[in-house]
């Protein structure tokens, strides 16, 4: 993935931009194009082939997002409003070339990391069991673990990974260790590559899920990453639920031998009677990472901002891959 940006062949003229906001709704949309209200829904609002700017709805899954792309022949732009991409995907093949994918970098890294530090600290810290014992009206006092000199591994050191990091350093951890595709330099230190995982698991009581979902990591934490996880660890996922092998995640659940606190999960949403609902020392959010009240705020000044660029004939920003 790169954020670097290519300049538009040209400013754009006219032509439509659905969106799944009304265009009264954001400040400083460009004159000249036609926007479009769709968030989903059964009927289209115009000719797909006259949309030139295209907002995926937030949140519709895989089905919705890709649905009007193959009859989308004048697309220049498909935008997201999530930091994944793999619900477009599918779709892509049926764009023309030269249609420029972009992400919703900057939009969610906040609100994601902020779940994520709260899912560290509420599993760490016994939460779901206050909240039954609350119920039960029972007082479950004792000692419980903490974050302090817990050693954190970030697996995706992307904006989120990072944003997490910024979270957790007043926390005191003793470590927190950086994990990405390739191996790199930071200000805070090094980032290891995945394949260094192995050596690096077992000395992490808290492993941290931020990688988006590709081929190279669906799967990724599988029985072999669990078994190297150290005995007690917590695993958090806020990436993409696909991301781990949920048979072999139960397997260690029953085992007793780590926890987990997942915001994704793999069947999503998780239905019910799935055994993911009551497996022990699990803590489950039905993916809220960024459907938090600084999503729209955020997310209209992005869809404003890149508009503007491509309707002057600038480079659009958060660029992700480039059809054809």
């Not at 659905?18 to 954001?26: L, S, Y």
């Not at 995926?56 to 930091?83: D, F, H, N």
Request: aromatic share 6%; glycine share 10%; hydrophobic share 40%.
């Amino acid at each position: 993935m790169t954020s670097t940006p290519i300049p538009s062949p040209s400013p754009a003229t006219g032509g439509d931009v659905w969106m799944p906001f009304r265009a009264d709704e954001i400040e400083g949309l460009p004159e000249g194009l036609d926007y479009r209200f769709w968030d989903g829904g059964q009927d289209y609002p115009a000719d797909p082939a006259d949309c030139v700017f295209y907002v995926v709805p937030y949140m519709k899954g895989a089905e919705i997002a890709t649905r009007p792309l193959g009859l989308m022949s004048s697309v220049r732009v498909v935008q997201t409003l999530s930091a994944g991409i793999d619900h477009v995907e599918p779709g892509l093949p049926l764009l023309p070339g030269g249609v420029r994918l972009c992400n919703a970098k900057g939009v969610h890294e906040a609100s994601t990391a902020e779940l994520a530090l709260a899912l560290v600290l509420a599993s760490l810290r016994g939460f779901p069991g206050f909240v039954r014992g609350q119920d039960e009206e029972e007082w479950r006092s004792g000692f419980y673990p903490a974050l302090a000199d817990k050693s954190v591994l970030i697996v995706g050191y992307g904006s989120i990974g990072a944003a997490v990091e910024d979270r957790l350093e007043p926390f005191e951890c003793a470590r927190v260790v950086r994990v990405a595709r390739s191996a790199r330099t930071t200000a805070r230190g090094p980032v290891h590559p995945l394949g260094e995982l192995p050596a690096l698991l077992p000395e992490a009581d808290v492993v941290i899920l931020c990688t988006p979902l590709t081929p190279s990591t669906q799967g990724l934490v599988d029985a072999e990453f669990l078994a190297a996880m150290r005995d007690g660890a917590l695993l958090v996922n806020v990436a993409r639920g696909p991301v781990v092998d949920t048979a072999a995640l139960l397997a260690e659940l029953g085992s007793g031998r780590l926890r987990a606190a997942l915001d994704v999960t793999d069947p999503e949403p998780l239905p019910p009677g799935h055994p993911l609902w009551h497996a022990p020392h699990v803590l489950i959010t039905p993916h809220v990472g960024g459907s938090t009240s600084a999503f729209l705020p955020r997310a209209k000044r992005l869809v404003s901002g890149q508009l503007t660029r491509f309707a002057a004939g600038e480079a659009v920003g958060n660029l992700v891959r480039t059809t054809g």
